[in-house]
């Protein structure tokens, strides 16, 4: 893939076609639990909780305690002595949540992603987001916001990266505080369930509930929400029929596609399609032959959740 920052960790920036195994890196030779990437950066997580990280490192989302960009993966010191539970990278931060429940965060702090509003300029090393007071059992981020989910269900946002998009999508009217927080900010609309996962994207929010549903607000400009609306200011339901009536067991965001599992190991994907991002065809309901189907009406076809049977029982996407 792309490597223009060395976020492949081979040791240089040249792009890759073809996969290459790892040489001479320390977390080669340990139990890797869970790999992700943000918009240049890339975070690995081991079995002992160990985080090692590599690529863009302009505003010091790599928490190394400088801005060079990094072509190996290299262990984050300054979190020694915390055991890292999950990462979450955005385009140019960093959110990670520790096994205590504490998150802390590193980067650009521009938009006010990384939910410390007392620092001004870019973070080199993780700093704890102090106002989040409850245990937190996920995180996510997107292009320049973040999501925390609580123990309790809650879900918390920030950072401003949606704002400008709602702002211009709902003219007028007063926007939910939550879109333009920059320290964690309680997710109206969700007071009657309790969410134990998130997932975010470039310009949206996804929440799923203990009780197998979705909901989902921010940008929909490319029918990601599977609503009507160019934007959903606060969280809306995903209606179960879209899922043969199943409830959801895991939930995955691309920056604008969605995928997600039933509890019985069906997948189903929806959003933009224009790079084969969704692993399907349009579907055309009445049978016909999609190459005669208006354009208009193929975009449409991929704005609602379709089953991809190839992927049914996948244990991660």
Known sequence: GANSYGQL????????????????????????????????????????GGLFV??????????????????????????????????????????????????????????GQLGVPQISGPCLIPQKIESLKEKVVGVAAGLRHALAATESGLVL?????MASRAKRANQGKTLPLFLTAKEP??????????????????????????????????????????????FLAEPKKIETHFFSHEKIGAVWSGWTHLVAQTETGKVFTWGRADYGQLGRHAVVPDGQEACTASEQRLELLCNIPVSVPCLNGASQV
């Open 9 to 48: 960790g081979l040791g240089h920036k040249e792009d890759v076609l073809v996969p290459q195994s790892l040489k001479d890196v320390s977390c080669k030779c340990q139990d890797v639990k869970s790999i992700t990437g943000g918009g240049g950066h890339s975070a690995v997580i081991t079995g002992a």
């Open 157 to 161: 946002q920030w950072g401003t990266g």
């Open 185 to 230: 900010c309680e997710v109206t609309g969700l007071e009657d369930v309790k969410v134990k996962t998130v997932a975010a994207s470039s310009y949206h929010s996804v929440s799923l509930t203990d009780e197998g549903h979705l909901y989902v607000w921010g940008s929909n400009k490319h029918g990601q929400l599977v609503s009507r609306e160019i």
């Open 54 to 111: 590599c690529g863009h490192n302009k505003d010091g989302q790599l928490g190394l305690n400088h801005t060079e960009d990094v072509l190996y993966f290299t262990l984050c010191t300054a979190l020694s002595g915390f055991c890292v539970k999950q990462v979450a990278c955005g385009w140019d931060f960093t959110i990670i949540l520790v096994g205590s429940g504490l998150v802390l965060s590193c980067g650009s702090n521009h938009f």
